[in-house]
């Protein structure tokens, strides 16, 4: 059975950090794209970021570009989502998800499997 788990949720400030991690289980997960989606409170999911199997490829929602990381250690099955200069806007529930494709990472579509998620909230 997959299991994706994120943690690393909370309540910050504007301008503060956060990272969250997704542990994975039950996939081999060096096999898989893992990307990180957000949810805010009456809209849609969407894509925040994306990295290959290899790490060496990544890709960013332009609304976090410069200001989010994705990395993943494939040793210890996790993905990881690094936000820095966090912004009110940023408030969601964050999704990780994982993709047994490498094609077109940036669509909800793509995915096969996805966590619970986790809660970020910042205020102003």
């Known amino acids: 059975q997959v299991q994706l788990v994120e943690s690393g949720g909370g309540l910050v400030q504007a301008g503060d950090s956060l990272r969250l991690s997704c542990a994975a289980s039950?996939?081999?997960?060096?096999?898989?794209?893992m990307g990180w989606f957000r949810q805010a409170p009456g809209k849609e999911r969407e894509f925040v970021a994306a990295?290959?199997?290899?790490?060496?490829?990544?890709t960013y929602a332009d609304s976090v570009k410069g200001r989010f990381t994705i990395s993943r250690d494939n040793a210890k099955n996790t993905a990881y989502l690094q936000m820095t200069s966090l912004k009110p806007d940023d408030t969601a529930v964050y999704y990780c998800a994982a993709a047994s494709s490498f094609i077109a990472t940036w669509n909800i579509e793509a995915y096969n499997y996805w966590g619970q998620g986790t809660q970020v909230t910042v205020s102003s």
């Open positions: 990295i290959h199997w290899s790490a060496g490829r990544t």
């Open positions: 039950g996939l081999t997960f060096k096999s898989y794209a």
